[in-house]
């Protein structure tokens, strides 16, 4: 169930005195993918006219099904984690073709996907009026392993900086040399970044082991893992103004001579 469809969830964890508490943030740094993009229809509306053509092209794909192509990127990604999206793409795509015989036209499939896949690639509605919010006190910055170019999915103009994996050999996350980049471009040390995104291990584990604070987008109301504690925890976009004003809540307290954290959870 996403997270528009539930109680807004705000849940700032483990602020502690000589930790969270007496740091003064300034930059908010996102993830691209499920995190302000709504990628999942976009995939599906790519892959249903690459199936669409195939059928049109040749009668041995008419037993060729949907879910097949969806299957054929986690037949391939895990050879490939580290390659660039558009290379995986692209092998989940030849897999794909090969099952009717068309693998001799793999660029032209790839740029039909690609070209629907992009013009369906839209933020969720609760992005826009969030970042206009957030950008009155925050720089805000945009860092991704993906495709998912800001200028090509509604999000033109919306960030101070941009980082992308594969860019001058940036490896992707969860690699230390990505957050580092996202520190250089952020121009601010690392401890007032605050890394929003909805993976665990990309979007709080990794950037917490590299000084940034994080933030879990938990769109679907996961269970935490154990292990590792994120800055907060929202369940929407349009929380984040929220969690992050606690965090100057707790840098008050800390002045005001009162220690311990500041934990809320509920509707907002």
Not at 41 to 69: C, F, K, N, Q, S
Not at 76 to 96: D, K, N, Q, T, Y
Request: aromatic share 8%; charged share 20%; with cysteine.
């Amino acid at each position: 169930m996403s997270g528009a469809c539930r109680p807004a969830l705000v849940r700032v964890l483990a602020l502690s005195v000589g930790e969270t508490v007496g740091v003064v943030l300034t930059t908010v740094v996102f993830d691209a993918d499920e995190t302000l993009l709504d990628l999942r229809p976009a995939v599906t509306g790519g892959l249903i006219a690459v199936l669409d053509e195939m059928r049109r092209r040749t009668p041995a794909a008419a037993e060729v099904t949907l879910d097949e192509l969806e299957s054929d990127w986690g037949a391939v990604f895990g050879e490939l984690a580290a390659a660039p999206v558009m290379e995986i793409r692209r092998a989940a795509l030849a897999r794909s073709l090969a099952r009717a015989e068309l693998g001799d036209h793999l660029d032209e499939f790839a740029a039909l996907f690609f070209a629907r896949r992009f013009a369906l690639t839209r933020p969720f509605p609760d992005v826009p009026a969030a970042l206009a919010t957030l950008r009155e006190s925050y720089t805000l910055g945009f860092a991704t392993n993906g495709n998912s170019r800001a200028e090509r999915c509604g999000l033109v103009g919306e960030f101070a900086f941009e980082v992308y994996a594969h860019e001058n050999g940036l490896p992707k996350k969860p690699a230390p040399e990505f957050y580092a980049a996202v520190v250089s471009a952020a121009g601010v040390p690392a401890e007032q970044i605050v890394y929003v995104g909805d993976s665990w291990e990309h979007d709080v584990v990794a950037p917490r082991r590299a000084g940034l604070r994080s933030v879990w987008l938990n769109r679907a109301g996961l269970p935490r893992p154990l292990g590792h504690t994120p800055d907060a925890e929202v369940s929407t976009v349009a929380d984040l103004s929220a969690a992050l004003a606690l965090f100057a809540e707790a840098e008050i307290r800390r002045h005001n001579g009162r220690s311990g954290g500041v934990n809320l959870l509920g509707a907002v």
